[in-house]
């Protein structure tokens, strides 16, 4: 019986055992669902607040428009509450200014938590790949656009994680010396002090 079917009884119930294989695809497919609720979740709430946002500020610039009117065509200013369309417009205006700024900061969250999503998608090509990738591979591998592809790669090598390195033919090579040299960790040693 193949190792992924085989089943064994422990103290009660029935434990399916699965292979390494399985065991990457079921990581992998938990690794997408989080990252896609994640990131998900922020623009759906990004979404909810801007909703909310655009109809408040022009009604409450309207209500302070009439309360403006009201206090500048009344006798007495600030009898029989005509400040209170102002106030309430000011207030809306804030209020929605301030759900505006809110929506643009979890826009900018799920910016982040994709970028980061497609980096670990590069970085794993890497793995598979032997350590060394170029641009088009990145991007036809991984559903990236050639420009996402390039920025990420870019942006790792200026961070110091990727080397560049040219071919005879002009090609550029981003090698990752972690993926390379991955073997070596287990010989490591502690960083002697001068």
Not at 46 to 59: D, H, I, R, T
Request: charged share 25%.
């Amino acid at each position: 019986m193949p190792k992924s079917r085989a089943r064994s009884r422990i103290g009660g119930p029935f434990i399916l055992r699965m292979n390494g294989d399985a065991m990457r695809s079921i990581d992998e497919a938990k690794f997408k669902v989080s990252s896609a609720m994640e990131g998900g979740f922020k623009r759906l709430g990004a979404l909810s607040l801007k909703a909310m946002a655009v109809p408040m500020v022009p009604l409450g610039l309207g209500f302070m428009l009439y309360g403006l009117f009201e206090i500048a065509t009344g006798s007495a200013p600030y009898a029989d509450g005509e400040i209170m369309p102002f106030v309430v417009g000011v207030s809306l205006v804030i209020f929605g200014s301030l759900l505006w700024l809110l929506s643009k900061k979890f826009e900018e969250a799920a910016h982040r938590v994709r970028y980061r999503r497609q980096q670990n998608r590069v970085v794993r090509l890497s793995q598979q790949r032997g350590g060394r990738l170029t641009v088009t591979e990145t991007a036809a591998e991984t559903g990236l656009a050639i420009e996402e592809a390039d920025e990420i790669l870019k942006g790792m090598a200026d961070g110091g994680f990727v080397e560049v390195e040219i071919t005879d033919s002009g090609m550029m090579v981003y090698r990752f010396p972690e993926v390379l040299y991955a073997h070596e960790k287990n010989w490591s040693r502690g960083v002697e002090s001068a």
